[in-house]
């Protein structure tokens, strides 16, 4: 059983460009996350995905950024007209069907892609 | 005020050495108490999780937590190269709730 598979790993793009990160959670699970991580700062929240459903994007930025999770295929984080202070770690983690229930809810994380905007 | 707030460190030890990492927190609502592992250049995963106050011991490991202080530690025992991480702590409210919030993650060297 794979794990939750992020790809590309590294991608470099040029200011102004278009970034796209993929994320495919593990199998069986219908709940997925992004996080972005800046060098010595922790994970920030950036938005929360069901299936076809954004449930909460209160930590991405307005403009620029946007996701989304299609009943088929993975969930895609795109970054328009990247900028240099959008290079980062980003990381998607997921969660199984029905486990929001559970207390101690295990997000499971991807190896990560890390963006580099020159 | 930060939700939840972290030393990042560095600190580093000697192999063998008692190692406590702590966090403190804001939200008397968080009800669970994980720690994540990051090892450079990877995603974090759970290292082990507790659910209100008390302690859980895993091995080498201890998780403790002070609901009244919101005061969270991680106590590693014998402390080995291989622990060289960054440690994330990330409470969390009450079944239902989805939001995780991290700290910024303590980065743990253990000299051999």
């Known amino acids: 059983n794979a794990g939750v598979m992020q790809n590309p790993r590294h991608l470099v793009r040029r200011r102004g460009q278009e970034a796209r990160l993929r994320c495919s959670p593990m199998?069986?699970?219908?709940?997925v996350y992004w996080y972005r991580q800046l060098p010595e700062e922790g994970l920030k929240f950036m938005v929360y995905?069901?299936?076809?459903?954004?449930?909460?994007e209160s930590g991405m930025p307005k403009e620029r950024f946007s996701a989304e999770f299609p009943k088929e295929g993975p969930s895609i984080l795109r970054i328009q007209q990247v900028v240099r202070g959008d290079s980062a770690a980003y990381f998607c983690?997921?969660?199984?069907?029905?486990?929001?229930?559970?207390?101690?809810?295990?997000?499971?994380f991807g190896a990560g892609s890390r963006l580099t905007v020159l | 005020q930060k939700e939840v707030e972290q030393d990042p460190g560095p600190l580093s030890v000697p192999e063998g050495a008692i190692v406590s990492l702590n966090c403190t927190y804001s939200n008397s609502a968080f009800q669970y108490f994980m720690w994540y592992r990051q090892y450079s250049r990877k995603g974090p995963e759970l290292l082990m999780y507790t659910y209100s106050s008390g302690n859980k011991e895993d091995g080498r490991f201890t998780a403790q937590v002070d609901k009244s202080s919101k005061y969270i530690s991680l106590f590693i025992r014998d402390s080995q190269p291989s622990d060289s991480a960054t440690y994330l702590c990330a409470p969390k409210g009450s079944s239902g709730t989805y939001k995780y919030i991290f700290g910024t993650g303590t980065r743990l060297k253990v000299l051999a």
């Open positions: 983690a997921s969660l199984p069907s029905g486990q929001l229930l559970s207390g101690a809810n295990v997000l499971t």
């Open positions: 199998k069986g699970h219908s709940h």
């Open positions: 995905l069901q299936k076809e459903n954004i449930i909460d």
